[in-house]
């Protein structure tokens, strides 16, 4: 399902999208990795025209879905609309990512992720992860804000009989610049190193939330999934002004700016 617009002349706005099921089909026991990259589709998505761009995508805003499960898919949700809201929804048995968002002024509550794993495209699998999202020329990376990450469950394996199962990483930003995020009450059971994670984060707020480790598989490094907010990373200013408080992790980590 895509939500998208026409340019300026022909905006979209207002649509509310309530109890859908969405899935490539309903049954894909005995997939192979390779029918997963060939035949796999985006469960929702909102995008916008070719060559729009700033900021998430500027033309398709005010987006509400509710209620909805979304299964059997490559890559689960992209979130580009400015001023949306996803809430009360189920994603499960996805390939790629379970919710990409690249926008401002989003509300994201109440989901609850479950059961990724690997068809070999090479994706780093996220739970929730922000992108960049189009770029207008000369713009090196988008700036985002107002976003509310709260109550949501994520939990790598259910299915004791998934294929393909592998890591997940939460709830997570590491590119672009993010300000007045909130993370608040949400629970991470996954194999991963970063529980969850911001990197060129401003004003954030990242509190009461319950990340730890399935041990269903090893990890990667033997890590265990934490709470951090990070420096930069390949795009965007460092870090400053953040709040991590009254978590349960295996571990806290947050940057703080040398003294001058």
Request: with cysteine; aromatic share 8%.
């Amino acid at each position: 399902m895509t939500v998208t617009d026409q340019g300026a002349a022909l905006p979209t706005s207002e649509i509310i999208l309530q109890n859908m099921e969405i899935s490539t089909t309903d049954n894909i026991e005995g997939w192979t990795k390779e029918q997963w990259v060939a035949q796999g589709r985006i469960g929702y998505r909102e995008v916008g025209s070719p060559g729009d761009g700033k900021n998430g995508v500027p033309y398709t805003t005010c987006v509400s879905m509710t209620g909805s499960h979304i299964r059997n898919v490559r890559a689960a949700v992209d979130l580009m609309g400015n001023n949306s809201i996803f809430s009360h929804n189920e994603a499960d048995h996805f390939g790629d990512d379970g919710i990409d968002y690249g926008a401002s002024n989003l509300s994201i509550t109440h989901n609850y992720i479950h059961d990724n794993f690997d068809i070999g495209d090479g994706n780093h699998e996220d739970a929730m992860q922000g992108q960049n999202g189009p770029l207008l020329r000369s713009i090196p990376y988008n700036h985002f804000s107002n976003i509310l990450i709260d109550s949501n469950r994520v939990i790598r394996q259910t299915d004791p009989e998934l294929a393909f199962a592998t890591y997940l990483q939460g709830i997570d930003a590491f590119d672009e610049e993010w300000t007045n995020v909130t993370v608040t009450n949400n629970v991470v059971v996954t194999t991963a190193c970063w529980g969850i994670f911001f990197s060129s984060s401003h004003n954030g707020k990242i509190i009461n939330n319950t990340v730890v480790a399935d041990n269903l598989m090893p990890a990667l490094g033997n890590c265990k999934p934490l709470v951090v907010v990070g420096d930069k990373t390949h795009q965007g200013p460092s870090s400053s002004d953040n709040i991590i408080r009254n978590n349960i992790a295996n571990g806290l980590n947050i940057y703080t700016s040398p003294r001058i």
